[in-house]
């Protein structure tokens, strides 16, 4: 079975522009959530989708939006970025059991 | 405020002793706790977990205790061999909603 993909694996951008992530999940999985990770802050929980329905949110501003296709895959969007945007992005399939390599963007 | 606590930012150990990795939480409502490993340039892996209804989880090389009166988990690896070097999460769960900390890095000493 293959793992969660995540694309593009790593990214730069520049501030104010602005961004979209995608994840697959494991093949037959429907939930997807996604999270924040950085040096200070850990693993920080972004959203989480479930049959094309967002069901849980973190604390994110609403430059942060995502969305979730009948196939289960999952885009993640950022506009105006800005430097502290920097991070790696995590997908994780089932419930957090699976997670994808990430996607490391770069705010420059 | 952080719910889910691992004050230990590194831990080095020397290959073949036990590892102990804590984390403290704070809120009594978490019903699951999970424990992942992270190597660099990939995703989180899980490692073992354990329900509150327990006290004690093993797999393999893995126990996982929670101390629910102390609102306190660790996670031991016995023995501890060289690909253990990693970053380990803890978290919490409760209604779906998973909490991580923010990391322990454990350094395996030859």
């Known amino acids: 079975k293959a793992g969660v993909t995540q694309t593009p694996r790593y990214l730069i951008k520049t501030r104010g522009q602005q961004v979209t992530l995608s994840c697959s999940p494991i093949s037959g999985h429907r939930s997807v959530s996604w999270y924040q990770q950085t040096p200070g802050q850990g693993l920080q929980f972004l959203f989480e989708y479930f049959s094309e329905t967002q069901r849980n949110k973190g604390n994110f501003p609403g430059r942060f939006s995502g969305r979730q296709f009948s196939n289960s895959r999952s885009e993640m969007n950022v506009s105006t970025l800005e430097l502290g945007d920097s991070a790696l992005y995590l997908c994780?399939?089932?419930?957090?059991?699976?997670f994808g390599p990430g996607t490391r963007l770069t705010v420059t | 405020d952080q719910q889910v606590k691992q004050n230990s930012p590194s831990l080095s150990v020397q290959e073949g002793r036990i590892s102990i990795l804590n984390c403290d939480y704070t809120?009594?409502?978490?019903?699951?706790f999970l424990w992942y490993k992270k190597y660099p340039a990939e995703g989180p892996t899980f490692l073992i977990s354990i329900s509150s209804i327990k006290d004690k989880n093993e797999d393999g090389r893995f126990t996982v205790f929670l101390n629910k009166s102390a609102k306190h988990l660790s996670l031991h690896i016995v023995p501890s061999q060289p690909g253990d070097s990693a970053v380990y999460f803890c978290?919490?769960?409760?209604?779906?909603?998973?909490?991580f900390g923010k990391g322990t890095r454990l350094h395996i000493l030859p």
């Open positions: 994780a399939s089932n419930y957090e059991q699976y």
């Open positions: 809120n009594s409502m978490f019903d699951y």
């Open positions: 978290a919490a769960s409760e209604d779906d909603k998973i909490i």
